[in-house]
């Protein structure tokens, strides 16, 4: 873990439509994920957020290619840790390289929140729980805030 580094980040989110789109593996560290970064969306006046589930992180980038025409932003939240086969490169990869994709196509900004740790404790330990040293599902709701915030600020042609 970083532990430095993390920018202060403000923003508002009024009058906004956020879809929270969260994997089930790793219930404890994604659920609580989706329950932060539910709270900062909502703490920064985002008007209506709505929550779905996808069985994996696999399954990230088309729930959100699928959805991103009907929010103004998404957070994608995942768990994949590291075991002993080269699953976790090929998984960690294309949710990747798909929520990319999608953002770019799209122009709909999305929030990254997946997590690719080593083990279980990593993952605990960014998940926002009470013993958690980071809280990467917050921090992924308010990044996607702030990015459209700056992209509002820059001047139409």
Known sequence: MAGFGSPHITADGSGRRVAVVGAQWY???????????TAALQEHGV???????V????????ACR???DRFD????????????????????EA?????????????????FGVLT????????????LPTSKED??????????ATLDALDAVPSA
Do not use: N, W
């Not at 560290?29 to 932060?36: A, I």
């Not at 008007?47 to 589930?53: D, K």
């Not at 840790?81 to 976790?88: D, K």
């Open 27 to 37: 219930p404890e560290v994604t659920d609580q994920m989706v329950v932060r970064a």
């Open 47 to 53: 008007s209506q957020v709505t929550v779905v589930r």
């Open 55 to 62: 069985p994996g992180t696999f399954e990230l980038p088309v």
């Open 66 to 68: 699928r959805l991103a």
């Open 73 to 92: 932003a998404l957070v994608a939240l995942g768990v994949v840790v590291r075991g002993g086969t080269p699953h976790f490169d090929y998984v960690c």
């Open 95 to 111: 949710a990747t390289m798909g929520l990319t994709q999608v953002a770019v196509d799209t122009g709909v900004p999305i929030g």
């Open 117 to 128: 740790c080593d083990d279980e404790q990593q993952a605990l330990d960014r998940a926002g």
């Open 136 to 145: 990467k599902g917050y921090e992924a709701g308010m990044a996607v805030l």
